[in-house]
């Protein structure tokens, strides 16, 4: 009786091969998660300075009269010295939730060429670094490899009077 031995091993180097294949795969699992968390975390603090442009927004309309004290010149944002008691509440809320995060927020003048009637047009931005180094951002310029959200808004400066010279009773604010 004659043993053939050619087999010998093959049940050893099918199981090798079936557990490389399975590390690999679970390699590219693991990999998957980490891209998943950190696009996670991309998109909370994105949802963060959109709520914080939001908020800013909401106080802007409050105090109509007083736009001008919200404006910022670009610079961080804890360092940031707006006119307004809101604005600089606001900054800090930005440089706490966003670690080293730039503001900028412009106050144009009502200028009917470029705005609606009776409105200001105000640009609201908040620039963060990108966690990690995440693959997010901005791709060039002054602001490159940072995050940011920007917000164009007109916000109305109608106000109603109670003159009884004027005939419309509603005039434009400042």
């Not at 199981?15 to 795969?25: A, K, N």
């Not at 590219?28 to 950190?38: E, K, W």
């Not at 109509?64 to 600089?88: I, Q, W, Y």
């Amino acid at each position: 009786m004659t043993i053939l031995y050619s087999q010998r091993g093959s049940m050893l180097l099918e199981c090798l091969i079936g557990i490389s294949i399975f590390s690999f795969g679970i390699l590219a699992v693991s990999a998957l998660q980490a891209n998943a968390m950190r696009h996670s975390v991309s998109s909370s603090s994105r949802t963060t300075a959109t709520q914080l442009i939001q908020r800013l927004d909401g106080e802007m309309r409050s105090q109509v009269s007083n736009l001008d004290n919200f404006a910022m010149a670009r610079t961080e944002c804890k360092s940031a010295a707006p006119g307004s008691d809101h604005a600089k509440k606001w900054a800090s809320a930005v440089d706490k939730n966003l670690n080293n995060a730039i503001c900028t927020v412009v106050v144009q003048k009502n200028v009917p060429a470029t705005s609606t009637p009776c409105s200001r047009q105000v640009t609201i931005s908040i620039n963060w670094p990108t966690p990690n180094g995440a693959k997010t951002g901005v791709a060039a310029g002054k602001n490159e490899g940072m995050n940011e959200a920007t917000t164009v808004i007109d916000i109305p400066t109608i106000l109603e009077t109670r003159d009884p010279l004027d005939t419309e009773h509603i005039r434009c604010g400042l």
